[in-house]
Nanobody
Framework: QVQLQESGPGLVEPSQTLSLACAASGVSITTNDYAWFWIRQPPGKGLEWVGYIAKSGNTYYRPTLKSRTSIFKDASNGQFTLQLSSATPEDTAKYYC?????????????WGPGTQVTVSS
């Protein structure tokens, strides 16, 4: 059974780097069989994709976040990580990791339960 679980600090100060990890169980992230996503939902707004690692291994980022975002695999511990630098209060959201998503419909075959991140001093 595939399970995804996000982890990281729930509170980040403005200008600091927001860093979250997603642990995958029941599936290996080291193969190129799946794409691995980070998605977020700001308060009162809809889901928006942040970025993903494609099956090819290439990474793709939301254009408005591209300059601040990095997503990478840590094969040694079966996790993939999101780093969002220079965080602002607008980055406050519930963050989800997911597998094999269709961006147009924001549907994925597996989701983590999500983790709330607040950017505030």
């Amino acid at each position: 059974q595939v399970q995804l679980q996000e982890s990281g600090p729930g509170l980040v100060e403005p200008s600091q780097t927001l860093s979250l990890a997603c642990a995958a169980s029941g599936v290996s992230i080291t193969t190129n069989d799946y794409a691995w996503f980070w998605i977020r939902q700001p308060p009162g707004k809809g889901l928006e994709w942040v970025g993903y690692i494609a099956k090819s291994g290439n990474t793709y980022y939301r254009p408005t976040l591209k300059s601040r975002t990095s997503i990478f695999k840590d094969a040694s511990n079966g996790q993939f990580t999101l780093q969002l630098s220079s965080a602002t209060p607008e980055d406050t959201a519930k963050y989800y990791c997911a597998r094999d998503c269709t961006i147009a419909s924001m549907t994925c075959d597996y989701w983590g339960p999500g983790t709330q991140v607040t950017v505030s001093s």
